[in-house]
């Protein structure tokens, strides 16, 4: 052992038979505070001596390792300084004004900071000198004022005047603004209500669980602890949380740990105290504070299940330094509980297919007659994450066609850009079939944020056209069951959403019904009755100048029963009549001339005269001709198919006779 060592141990020696001799001197003075003696510091020990020597001379500080000292600024809470520490070590050379047992603010682990703890031993202090601080008063102020500082400055006497310490301000004060309370708080309300989602995910950091409403009346208030309790009756609550925080307009205020048993205060009710809080109450104001938890991650599936969270007391000081412990009012004097759900990690998580505003409408695209078409967008949707709690990985996504041919004979290629990111590589359920599935391949390539919604984009190149197979049609759709992801689990789609049907045409017209009347029934006589029907075509030319020839020929139509079965006409039973919008044109004016991307209106009238009582019957268009030249031979003709027909049909009418 060094020389210095052996000095120490010495002096160690020495202060602890000092004090055990001034313990048993005092024993009943120090009894009550459960001294360990032989773990004290040298320091401790002198402090403590020191302490009891002051009790034995009626309270005398004069001995202490504080004085002298001359306090020059009054103190109050939020106060930081030189000042502060000396005050504390003042205030603790007297059992009956100490300012706390242990911990900080005890003997010997003073500290520069004028706290709860210190308020509340300047009221003992002016309780006890009460004759002299007090004057006027009936309740102690925790305030070290100038009544107050005279009587400390009185006991601790024979010191020089210390410089004056400058005021400071406390975090988020304006310069030279101070924060006082004011008036004297009583807690009036105390509201526990859960939080918006009572839902949480295993692993969760600060989520809300309850939402805690206070207000203070005839004053403002300073909160310094809360208790509250978060309790299960069939898992002990370190089995599944982590920590438990207090917040305050978004800011974290406080936290404990909450993931071991010896971190509750009363390990059967799951109870946790909050100290050392600085909660500052405006008269009259409710101030909401929200309890949040953070679970632990990989929760048994047996402990996923409902818990109970209240609110067991509070405690506050007011404008004087009173301090007051409530367990009564409001929600505590129950106490009141509200409920939250541990939940397995992704139980949230989906993936949504919905519709998107952009989707193209049906159109007429150009494709090629001997070579592979450009790539166009078919359709658009959406995939939304909506109230999932994790980032959902896509994997699979599945789109379906419906198509009037064959995959392999109309289809060269297909993309699917997701979220700016495109995915070619994909599989065919059926190359021949006219209704087959596509499936990308995404394979963890695109990640949506939880809860937002990002833009899927079909594109498919087309094959060359033969002339038999102009007008051949393609819509595409999805269902949100072949949408295959995961968040913090697995994650199967829903929903759906379908896009618009697009005609494939290398020249030629585009078609849209404008209207299809009912008929107009005539009584000319018995058996004369007949029935006038109307089709009105909007027809556009595509890509080229196109010709309708004016005479019968340039349609097809039948007239079908109410049940849809094909009617016999007989000949000279029926009369055509075919007008239009378009300018007679072509060799012997005998067409209708649309120019190229100009649209014109094409109506078809047909009169039937049965020759039959009550003969039911309505219109239906199946195709239109036309013309590339607008030659009387018709060489050039092409037809126009209405796919499907069922569209292009009058109502039903009954022709009577």
Not at 383 to 411: K, W
Not at 539 to 544: E, L, R
């Amino acid at each position: 052992m060094t020389i210095i060592a052996k000095n120490l141990a010495g002096k160690a020696a020495v202060a602890f038979v000092a004090a055990a001799m001034v313990f048993t001197l005092f024993a009943p003075a120090v009894r009550a505070q459960s001294m360990d003696l032989q773990n004290m510091s040298v320091d401790q020990l002198r402090d403590l001596i020191a302490q009891l020597l002051g009790g034995q001379t009626g309270g005398s500080y004069g001995v202490t390792g504080a004085c002298p000292y001359t306090w020059t600024r009054d103190l109050s809470q939020g106060s930081t300084g030189a000042d502060v520490m000396a005050l504390q070590k003042f205030l603790n050379a007297d059992a009956e004004t100490r300012v706390a047992v242990s911990g900080a603010g005890s003997v010997g682990m003073e500290t520069q900071y004028f706290g709860p703890a210190t308020a509340a031993a300047v009221s003992k202090f002016q309780v006890k000198y009460r004759s002299e601080v007090l004057v006027g008063l009936v309740n102690p102020t925790g305030y070290f004022g100038p009544a107050s500082r005279a009587k400390a400055n009185a006991l601790c006497v024979g010191a020089p005047t210390t410089p004056t310490t400058p005021d400071v301000d406390e975090p988020g004060e304006e310069p030279g603004e101070d924060t006082d309370l004011q008036g004297e708080a009583d807690l009036t309300k105390v509201e526990i209500s859960s939080a918006d989602d009572d839902q949480i995910e295993e692993g969760a950091e600060g989520a809300p669980v309850a939402e805690l409403t206070v207000e203070f009346e005839d004053g403002d208030a300073e909160i310094s602890r809360i208790d509250v309790s978060i309790s299960s009756t069939s898992v002990d609550s370190w089995d599944v949380l982590e920590t438990v925080s207090l917040w305050v307009d978004g800011e974290m205020v406080a936290e404990q740990d909450a993931g071991d048993k010896d971190d509750y205060l009363d390990e059967d009710d799951g109870s946790i105290r909050f100290s050392g809080l600085d909660i500052v109450a405006m008269e009259d104001e409710e101030l909401d504070i929200v309890i949040g938890v953070t679970l632990q991650g990989a929760i048994d599936s047996e402990d996923l299940t409902t818990f109970e969270v209240s609110v067991n007391s509070i405690r506050f000081f007011d404008a004087d330094g009173v301090a007051t412990t409530d367990d009564e009012t409001g929600d505590m004097d129950t106490p009141e509980t509200v409920n939250f759900t541990i939940e397995e990690a992704g139980y949230e998580d989906e993936v949504i297919a919905r519709s998107n505003s952009t989707d193209p409408d049906s159109a007429t695209l150009k494709v090629e007659d001997d070579a592979k078409s450009d790539w166009y967008t078919v359709f658009v949707f959406d995939l939304d994450t909506d109230d999932s709690m994790n980032d959902i990985e896509i994997n699979e996504v599945g789109v379906a066609l419906t198509l009037s041919l064959g995959y392999n004979v109309l289809v060269d290629d297909a993309e699917l850009v997701i979220d700016g990111t495109t995915i070619d590589d994909f599989t065919v359920s059926s190359t021949t079939g006219t209704n087959p599935t596509l499936t990308f391949d995404v394979d963890g390539d695109v990640t949506i944020d939880a809860g937002d919604r990002v833009e899927a984009e079909l594109k498919l190149r087309f094959k060359s056209l033969s002339s038999g197979n102009e007008g051949a049609t393609v819509q595409a759709s999805i269902d949100g069951t072949t949408v295959d992801a995961e968040g913090a689990d697995d994650v199967t789609g829903e929903g759906a959403a379908t896009g618009e049907q697009h005609t494939l045409r290398t020249t030629g017209i585009d078609v849209e019904l404008d209207s299809a009347d009912s008929a107009v029934t005539t009584s000319d006589g018995a058996l004369n009755d007949y029935a006038t029907y109307t089709i009105v075509l909007d027809v556009t030319a595509f890509d080229q100048e196109v010709f309708i020839p004016i005479s019968s020929a340039s349609t097809s139509w039948s007239l079908v029963d109410g049940s849809g079965n094909t009617l016999t006409v007989p000949t000279g039973s029926t009369t055509v009549v075919i007008s239009s919008t378009a300018d007679e044109g072509g060799a012997g004016d005998a067409f209708y001339e649309i120019n190229e991307g100009q649209t014109e209106t094409v109506t078809i009238k047909v009169t039937y005269t049965p020759s039959i009582a009550n003969r039911t019957a309505r219109l239906v268009l199946n195709s239109l001709r036309f013309d590339e030249t607008g030659t009387v031979t018709g060489t050039d003709d092409k037809t126009w198919n209405a796919l499907p027909a069922s569209t292009y049909r009058t109502d039903v009418e009954t022709i009577v006779n």
